[in-house]
């Protein structure tokens, strides 16, 4: 599998701040950019994703912005709550005509927001 | 919609013991994906079925790694023997085939002393 770098491995955040997580990738062939949400004893659940044909995907407080010629992408959470202490996955997966591969994934963020 | 679900949720065993992880997916879902998560490795790809054929098995990191998909409704992972290198959580998920979104089960957490 080709490799998806994800940063940073934890972050502190306060109440009301932006928290953004970011991820690189290699191969070019991804072409769908999901973000996960894993809390503890839960499996990952998709917050977020994005096609590499729009830089930016916006759902509430939850943004991706997407760097195709740089070949990275990044979540902010805006107004940052502590609901949103979790893990976060950046993934992805090459688009073969029927999204037949499996998700590549980074190692995850470890999200903490304080009160 | 009572989601992928997984059995047993937790799984304590002695190395050498042969354990069989179980995943029912969403009714409709036609592929299949096994995953496993560590501390070190993260969440790795092992396997993946579509419509019940293995695809691409190239993440089962050994040949004591076994999957199965028998149907639609149900797939198997075994590991025979264990070790404890195996301890994990391993999350089985679905999804149908040409649209993007996957559905995680609540994992596995298994334990091999």
């Known amino acids: 599998q080709q490799q998806v770098k994800q940063s940073p491995q934890s972050l502190i955040v306060q109440k009301g701040g932006i928290s953004i997580i970011n991820c690189a990738y290699e191969n070019t062939a991804f072409d769908y950019f999901p973000w996960y949400q894993q809390f503890p004893g839960k499996g990952p659940a998709l917050l977020i994703a994005?096609?590499?044909?729009?830089s930016e995907k916006k759902e509430g407080r939850f943004t991706i912005s997407f760097n195709k010629s740089a070949k990275q992408f990044s979540l902010h959470i805006m107004d940052s709550q502590p609901g949103d202490s979790a893990t976060y996955f950046c993934a992805a997966t090459p688009y073969s005509g029927g999204g037949a591969d499996g998700l590549t994934f980074g190692k995850g963020t470890h999200l903490i927001i304080q009160p | 919609d009572a989601g992928v679900i997984q059995s047993p949720r937790h799984e304590v065993t002695e190395m050498g013991q042969e354990v069989t992880l179980r995943c029912k997916p969403i009714s409709g879902h036609n592929s299949l994906f096994w995953y496993r998560q560590t501390m070190m490795r993260g969440l790795e790809l092992l396997i993946y079925?579509?419509?019940?054929?293995?695809?691409?098995d190239s993440g089962m990191p050994e040949d004591r790694f076994s999957a199965k998909m028998p149907n639609a409704s149900f797939s198997t992972l075994k590991i025979q023997p264990s070790e404890p290198r195996d301890s994990a959580v391993y999350f089985c998920?679905?999804?149908?085939?040409?649209?993007?979104?996957?559905?995680f089960g609540s994992g596995t957490r298994l334990t091999v002393v």
């Open positions: 998920a679905s999804r149908f085939q040409g649209n993007y979104g996957y559905t």
């Open positions: 994005i096609r590499p044909d729009v």
């Open positions: 079925f579509n419509n019940n054929v293995p695809i691409d």
